[in-house]
């Protein structure tokens, strides 16, 4: 018995053909390449018939599919939102996939990126056995997956976990309306904007960043700037890292969870600053909880929304 894991981003599609026992049979990389709508539907939809006939070659075949997606899944429907693809408005992809699929026996099962990342990280990542755990996934933007008592916390219109939209600073400002006020100064983008806006506040500033035209700043550059010490990336990191850890503060008090993992693009790099963060964490949390909680790097990586697939596509059979 084999099951397929899509874990589809921003700009790629990462697949692979998964056994029983959670182990990786094979696994694919796919460019978007700026498809829009129903061409990343079909391009999904050809992903899954290669994969299976892979299988099939191999005697193995394919009963389930879980598909990951940068967004919303709105389970009543089957339909999706995903920002950061073109007219993926309410989009119906768990039906596009199902009618694509020559054997209509094979199930399928969509979730949230948010919520494949802690599936992925119980099922064979760092939070094995864990009942109440969440997954603080920063990367382009910021998301939460929150598993309460060993159940996908999904809220009324299955937004839960949209933690970018924090409220961690004050006064209001108006582009939080369009990124959250946590994702707009913390995640990814969010730390190349800190640093162009200080650096065009303050011509003054020294940095190693002024090397480099204004608006091609980006968070590589300011980790790399922050190895060398520059001043400037130095205080723009320092500030993400009282936004992290009062975002990992605020999990706690609210959830009580056994662990908190730190994950995404941007953990990477900011992996530094786990015990920073912590130390952050300490001085605004319900003591208790904070006390007894384990704060994690993501164990796979890039990988834990695949293999959240993989395990969204095995539990369907069950």
């Not at 920002?83 to 993926?88: A, E, K, Q, R």
């Not at 809220?155 to 994702?183: H, M, N, V």
Request: proline share 3%.
């Amino acid at each position: 018995m084999a099951v397929i894991g899509i874990d589809l981003g921003g700009t790629k599609i990462a697949a692979a053909l998964f056994d029983h026992n959670g182990r990786i049979l094979h696994k694919t990389s796919t460019l978007l390449q700026h498809r829009q709508g129903r061409e990343v539907g079909a391009l999904i939809t050809r992903i899954i018939a290669d994969l299976v006939r892979t299988a099939k070659a191999e005697q193995n075949p394919v009963q389930a599919v879980g598909v990951s997606v940068p967004g919303i899944y709105y389970a009543k429907t089957g339909e999706v939102w995903a920002p950061n693809i073109s007219d993926w408005n309410n989009y119906p992809l768990l039906t596009e996939l199902q009618t694509g699929l020559q054997n209509k026996n094979i199930q399928v099962k969509i979730d949230s990126d948010r919520a494949c990342y802690i599936l992925g990280e119980t099922w064979q990542g760092i939070a094995k056995g864990c009942k109440d755990a969440i997954f603080l996934a920063v990367g382009t933007g910021i998301g939460a997956g929150i598993l309460v008592d060993g159940k996908i916390l999904r809220g009324c219109q299955d937004i839960a976990g949209a933690i970018g939209w924090l409220a961690l600073d004050r006064p209001f400002q108006s582009d939080y309306k369009t990124y959250g006020c946590f994702e707009y100064h913390a995640a990814g983008d969010g730390i190349a904007r800190m640093a162009r806006a200080k650096l065009a506040q303050n011509t003054q500033y020294q940095s190693v960043l002024r090397q480099k035209d204004l608006q091609q700043v980006d968070a590589r550059d300011v980790f790399m700037a922050y190895q060398a010490r520059d001043p400037l990336a130095i205080t723009v990191l320092s500030e993400c890292i009282e936004f992290w850890g009062m975002a990992v503060a605020n999990l706690v008090s609210l959830f009580n969870p056994e662990m908190i993992i730190l994950g995404g693009g941007v953990f990477g790099p900011a992996a530094q600053f786990k015990e920073q963060i912590r130390a952050e964490a300490q001085q605004w949390a319900q003591p208790i909880s904070m006390k007894s909680v384990k704060l994690e790097i993501s164990q796979l990586g890039s990988d834990a929304g695949l293999y959240g697939t993989g395990y969204l596509a095995l539990q369907s059979l069950l």
